[in-house]
């Protein structure tokens, strides 16, 4: 848990350096130094699975397991980079890298501790104007059977199996099977099943496993061997070869319940008719595709303003966006279940993903500092819708708690560049002239 801070306990004295750059001489009172003491002991013990009883302490268990004789001294280290933060936020400072932090003795618990942080800021850049953009849009068209798709698979969740009489196995069939898998030699318990509904064609397993089975008769038993990349528990993937040894306990049929009324009534809590549900559904997925639409306006207007922008990108700014965009394009990657290598394969190779990328990490630098140039031309003030829309940003899932844990970090500083950002975003839709296309080229937003 967090220790709830009333206030900044650090001073922090600023100096102008050459190139730009600053220097703040920090120091943090014995107060401060204690908690974060505390807070980096408490992150040891939760990075080490550590669960201290009543019967022992946590400086016992370390000691115990760990052969750690002085917990305190093993987390002084980390203590400095936790009080970095707090400093920065005295003076509202971004960083476009991480600040290097020297000191001449590490901080001792219940001691005042004195360090020097060297800070690149965040450089002021200047518009070539600071109107409202002008730009011309799609008008927003709903899909009615974005609706209908979603009513479809109302049905999915009460699909059944039925049998059907024995005969051998089809393509597109669905057949109940046992089912015991070895991957590379090894049992495979993910799987390996007692009895469960297998649908050919469906894409669940590779295809050589479906054509193994296409021929089969009810009781018999087949060895299906092929080649195929494997996740493995880890999360890494590699090619592997599968033994499947399948038993076909029988055949099914598959049942879609008819929407209707009656059914609605029986099965969907809080509506009587098929009608209710279509009217909700349409609100709900009208709902979502508008917000989409207002997105991809506003992300037009950024790029208007964005060119704008004729400053020189700090080289950190640019290789820290450069990274955090190749990391999130890796993690995405991850999720389709393909080698990072064989995406990069498919786009056109190593030089077109970097070429996109360089592209993304420069324009979303340029957009942002176009943003930072508007909010402080205007003179605009951070309201709190701002400060939640950022926190939404952040964590949509649980904003409040993005808030208090910034806020109670030393970490203020960064949620206000978000939020400064979303009320420039602001002023900019309300200040410029947006013109719709086609039939509805005579509205304007």
């Given at each position: 848990?967090?220790?709830?801070?009333?206030?900044?306990?650090?001073?922090?004295?600023?100096?102008?350096?050459?190139?730009?750059?600053?220097?703040?001489?920090?120091?943090?009172?014995?107060?401060?130094?204690?908690?974060?003491?505390?807070?980096?002991?408490?992150?040891?013990?939760?990075?080490?699975?550590?669960?201290?009883?009543?019967?022992?302490?946590?400086?016992?268990?370390?000691?115990?397991?760990?052969?750690?004789?002085?917990?305190?001294?093993?987390?002084?280290?980390?203590?400095?980079?936790?009080?970095?933060?707090?400093?920065?936020?005295?003076?509202?400072?971004?960083?476009?890298?991480?600040?290097?932090?020297t000191y001449s003795a590490p901080?001792?618990?219940?001691?005042?501790?004195?360090?020097?942080?060297?800070?690149?800021?965040?450089?002021?850049?200047?518009?070539?104007?600071?109107?409202?953009?002008?730009?011309?849009?799609?008008?927003?068209?709903?899909?009615?059977?974005?609706?209908?798709?979603?009513?479809?698979?109302?049905?999915?969740?009460?699909?059944?199996?039925?049998?059907?009489?024995?005969?051998?196995?089809?393509?597109?069939?669905?057949?109940?099977?046992?089912?015991?898998?070895?991957?590379?030699?090894?049992?495979?318990?993910?799987?390996?099943?007692?009895?469960?509904?297998?649908?050919?064609?469906?894409?669940?397993?590779?295809?050589?496993?479906?054509?193994?089975?296409?021929?089969?008769?009810?009781?018999?038993?087949?060895?299906?061997?092929?080649?195929?990349?494997?996740?493995?528990?880890?999360?890494?993937?590699?090619?592997?070869?599968?033994?499947?040894?399948?038993?076909?306990?029988?055949?099914?049929?598959?049942?879609?319940?008819?929407?209707?009324?009656?059914?609605?009534?029986?099965?969907?809590?809080?509506?009587?008719?098929?009608?209710?549900?279509?009217?909700?559904?349409?609100?709900?997925?009208?709902?979502?595709?508008?917000?989409?639409?207002?997105?991809?306006?506003?992300?037009?207007?950024?790029?208007?303003?964005?060119?704008?922008?004729?400053?020189?990108?700090?080289?950190?700014?640019?290789?820290?966006?450069?990274?955090?965009?190749?990391?999130?394009?890796?993690?995405?990657?991850?999720?389709?279940?393909?080698?990072?290598?064989?995406?990069?394969?498919?786009?056109?190779?190593?030089?077109?993903?970097?070429?996109?990328?360089?592209?993304?990490?420069?324009?979303?630098?340029?957009?942002?500092?176009?943003?930072?140039?508007?909010?402080?031309?205007?003179?605009?003030?951070?309201?709190?819708?701002?400060?939640r829309a950022a926190c939404a940003?952040?964590?949509?899932?649980?904003?409040?708690?993005?808030?208090?844990?910034?806020?109670?970090?030393?970490?203020?500083?960064?949620?206000?560049?978000?939020?400064?950002?979303?009320?420039?975003?602001?002023?900019?839709?309300?200040?410029?002239?947006?013109?719709?296309?086609?039939?509805?080229?005579?509205?304007?937003?």
């Amino acid at each position: 848990m967090r220790i709830l801070r009333k206030g900044l306990l650090v001073r922090a004295i600023l100096r102008k350096l050459d190139g730009g750059h600053v220097a703040l001489d920090v120091t943090a009172t014995a107060a401060e130094v204690n908690r974060e003491f505390e807070e980096a002991r408490a992150q040891f013990a939760y990075d080490m699975l550590l669960k201290p009883d009543r019967n022992a302490t946590l400086d016992e268990c370390v000691r115990e397991e760990f052969g750690i004789a002085d917990l305190n001294a093993h987390v002084a280290p980390n203590v400095p980079d936790r009080l970095v933060p707090y400093a920065l936020d005295k003076h509202d400072l971004c960083p476009i890298d991480r600040p290097v932090c020297t000191y001449s003795a590490p901080p001792e618990h219940g001691k005042p501790f004195e360090f020097v942080l060297e800070v690149v800021p965040k450089p002021v850049y200047e518009l070539s104007s600071y109107e409202g953009v002008d730009i011309e849009v799609d008008p927003f068209v709903f899909d009615e059977s974005l609706v209908e798709e979603r009513m479809a698979r109302i049905v999915d969740r009460f699909v059944e199996f039925e049998p059907i009489p024995n005969r051998p196995v089809r393509a597109g069939d669905h057949c109940f099977i046992a089912m015991n898998a070895r991957v590379d030699g090894a049992d495979e318990p993910r799987l390996s099943v007692e009895g469960r509904v297998y649908s050919l064609g469906k894409g669940f397993m590779p295809s050589p496993f479906d054509e193994g089975l296409v021929g089969m008769q009810v009781g018999e038993t087949r060895t299906i061997a092929f080649d195929a990349p494997f996740e493995k528990a880890s999360g890494s993937s590699a090619n592997a070869h599968f033994e499947c040894t399948v038993e076909l306990l029988g055949l099914r049929r598959k049942v879609i319940p008819s929407l209707a009324d009656d059914w609605v009534a029986e099965n969907m809590q809080g509506f009587s008719t098929v009608a209710q549900v279509r009217e909700s559904y349409a609100e709900e997925v009208e709902g979502s595709e508008r917000a989409a639409y207002e997105r991809s306006v506003r992300e037009q207007a950024l790029a208007a303003l964005g060119k704008r922008f004729d400053g020189q990108l700090p080289e950190a700014a640019f290789d820290n966006a450069y990274n955090a965009l190749l990391a999130d394009l890796k993690s995405k990657v991850r999720l389709t279940g393909k080698d990072f290598l064989e995406y990069v394969d498919e786009m056109g190779g190593e030089e077109q993903v970097d070429l996109a990328l360089t592209l993304r990490a420069q324009q979303a630098l340029a957009q942002d500092y176009s943003l930072d140039a508007l909010f402080r031309h205007h003179g605009l003030k951070i309201e709190d819708a701002d400060i939640r829309a950022a926190c939404a940003e952040i964590d949509p899932y649980d904003p409040e708690g993005v808030r208090f844990s910034m806020e109670q970090t030393g970490r203020g500083f960064a949620l206000r560049e978000v939020a400064a950002r979303h009320r420039a975003t602001r002023w900019l839709m309300e200040h410029s002239h947006i013109r719709v296309r086609a039939a509805r080229a005579d509205e304007e937003r």
